[in-house]
């Protein structure tokens, strides 16, 4: 029995959620499960510190940069150390791409599957108490289990995730995520240190009237986008911008809404990149009944050349991303 979107009642732990589901598919290990609750274990360590950050010193940039050349904010550095530690330990994931870090580490293990992350995106939101994200996906390797990490066990597409999720750190601490059954959100309470079941088979309403862009950088859109700006204002759209894709993405999900990062006359192919941010909030999306594209292409449909590629996004209520979709001659 392979039901997938079945109805679980609100307030269920995390914990409780991942085994039901579990027990759901004939064949399943547990690893996948085990993974879930790794990562969601992580979410929380991050979380404590990020509550930390203006009470002790340990925000604001260290002075290094990451491998797009940005700088790190310390505390990209220790969610990065925290989700990497998580996901040693589990033993289920054999291979990590994050953001930041230039090359792939090979855990060498048996992992079967290979995350790609973000490990705290919206990283300028730190040091002024705006909320940031943390982004992963998951794939099953393509190598044989215990062999050296490929390329190809990374640069798979984004119809390959078999789990993506996001934690949104923000006024609740919340952890949203798809297995390919739906999209679930549950909620963290910290004084319990449990998240709850919140939000059961989300769904993003078929369109909005919410468009999330930087227009700063308006003089550098295509026309295209251009034309769909004017859109939106003659249509008396709200302009919603955090800064933070996944604070973005988010409100999108739950009440309709464009999120937009453009091709720009100074980077052609936009700013996000899509191994561990597009394809896994495409994924929910999707499953959300949404939509995500490069304006041109499916998202999940782009075929991965390298491990920090960058792509346009184009995502959120389906009838928005169309017609901002529909600008393009
Ligand atoms: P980051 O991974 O360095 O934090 O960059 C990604 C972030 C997104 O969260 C956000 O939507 C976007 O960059 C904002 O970029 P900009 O300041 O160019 O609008
Ligand atoms: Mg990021």
Redesign the pocket.
Same mark, same amino acid.
């Given at each position: 029995m392979e039901d997938s979107r079945i109805a679980l009642p609100i307030g269920i732990t995390l914990d409780r959620f991942i085994k039901r589901k579990q027990e759901e598919f004939q064949y399943a290990t547990g690893e996948l499960s085990q993974l879930l609750r790794d990562i969601a274990l992580a979410g929380k360590v991050v979380n404590r510190e990020i509550n930390k950050a203006g009470l002790i010193n340990i925000s604001g940039a260290i002075g290094t940069q &990451?491998v797009?050349g940005?700088d790190q904010q310390k505390l990209?550095v220790l969610a990065n150390i925290r989700f990497i530690r998580a996901l040693t330990k589990g033993g289920e994931a054999c291979a990590i791409v994050s953001?930041e870090d230039e090359e792939i580490t090979d855990l060498k293990n048996q992992g079967r599957y290979v995350i790609a992350i973000?490990p +705290?995106? =919206? *990283?300028? &939101?730190i040091d002024v108490n705006v909320s #940031? =994200?943390t982004i992963f996906s998951v794939y099953r390797r393509i190598t044989p289990v215990g062999s050296p990490v490929k390329k190809e066990d990374v640069l798979q597409k984004g119809i390959e995730q078999v789990a993506a999720g996001y934690l949104l750190y923000g006024s609740s601490t919340m952890l949203v995520y798809t297995t390919g059954h739906g999209v679930y959100g549950f909620t963290y309470e910290p004084s319990l240190g449990e998240y709850f079941l919140s939000h059961s088979d989300m769904i993003i309403p078929a369109t909005g009237k919410t468009y999330? #862009? &930087?227009e =700063? *950088?308006y003089n550098g859109f295509p026309e295209s986008v251009k034309s769909y700006i004017q859109f939106c204002k003659d249509n008396n759209y709200s302009a919603r911008?955090? =800064? *933070? +894709?996944?604070?973005?993405f988010h409100r999108n999900l739950l009440k309709g809404g464009i999120?937009i990062?453009p091709p720009t006359t100074k #980077?052609p192919n936009g700013? +996000?990149?899509l191994l561990y941010?597009c394809n896994a909030l495409a994924f929910i999306a999707e499953q959300a009944g949404g939509i995500a594209t490069t304006g041109t292409q499916r998202i999940l449909e782009v075929e991965p050349q390298e491990f920090h590629q960058r792509v346009p996004l184009f995502i959120g209520s389906k009838e928005m991303v169309e017609k901002a979709q529909s600008f393009h001659t």
């Open positions: &990451n797009q940005e990209d953001e973000d +705290l995106d =919206g *990283s300028s &939101n #940031i =994200g999330s #862009i &930087n =700063g *950088s911008y955090i =800064g *933070s +894709l996944v604070a973005d999120y990062y #980077i700013k +996000l990149r941010e």
